[in-house]
């Protein structure tokens, strides 16, 4: 297979890469800086220019006789929002992905990608306490609701012209190189982490290789379609994640953190770690998906090294 990716060199991008190269597929990445982006993918991946994706498609010769697109490409949600980065938030997605399918939608049908798997997120739901939340709930009325909803309708306009789109909607990624974990590791190392806000909110974690396993299981698999869930059959409350995590660094995980510090660091992003969701992955057991690491503490074992 040939399968393009955007967002190639972030860490799912990069991550992705390396799985669909070691089972014998073609890579095809589309990045804004080529010779940036060579010096992290290194050789063996073609390169494509889209300096500005929210501007227009990306060149044909990037999605022309491709047999699948990996979607990936959206300005890292993780940091304070400003009105600013609230606007480079939702454009890098709404825009970008509204790009992407204004250029598979220019190819001759025989010639289009057969299926558009396109980065969501659990973020979809909004806060939902300890319901359980599976691809069927509703979504939810805040910020990043708002623009998840806009993002999938985007990506799933691709649909009309025969192109079967699945949108990964994926919960809080373990990965040695970035995200919540590497945020929430220096306080435990030494030794002063522990719950945030009481620890009874839901956290959808996921390893980054069930991450990267589950979007090549939505290319593979033609019954993938409409929102999948990207998480652990076994979410846990953030008391659950801090002890755990205490465990496997051999550290105390017993000193709370009070809300209002979180607010305080991260303004109205807080929302997210101090609400959550009980996200479970209904589609991927129904199509039969083994993951590689359903439990938590072994799954922090593996990125921490432990």
Known sequence: MRITVTGATGTIGSAAIDAIRSRGDQVVALVRDPAKARSKLGEGVELQAWPQPKQGPPPAAALEGIDAVLHLLGEPIDQRWSDEAKREIRDSRVLGTRSLVSGLRALDAERRPRVLVSQSAVGYYGPHGDERLDESALAGHDFLAGVVREWEQEATAAADDG????????????????????????????????????????????????????????????????????????????????????????????????????????????????????????????????????????????????
Request: charged share 20%; proline share 10%.
């Open 163 to 306: 192109v079967r789109v699945a949108c990964t909607r994926t919960g809080v990624v373990l990965s040695p190189s970035g995200g919540a974990l590497a945020k929430m590791l220096p306080p435990f190392k030494l030794g002063v982490g522990g719950p945030v806000a009481g620890g009874r909110q839901y956290v959808p974690w996921i390893h980054l290789d069930d991450v990267v396993g589950a979007m090549l299981e939505c290319i593979d698999d033609d019954r993938a379609k409409g929102p999948v869930n990207l998480s652990a059959p076994s979410p846990v409350t953030n008391a659950e994640l801090s002890h755990a995590l205490g465990r496997v660094l051999s550290r105390p995980a017993v000193l709370p953190v009070p809300g209002f510090a979180i607010k305080a660091l991260y303004g109205e992003m807080a929302a997210i770690v101090l609400t959550g969701q009980r996200a479970v992955p209904a589609k991927l057991e129904q199509l039969g998906y083994a993951f590689r690491f359903p439990e938590l503490e072994p799954a922090l074992r593996d990125v921490l090294g432990g």
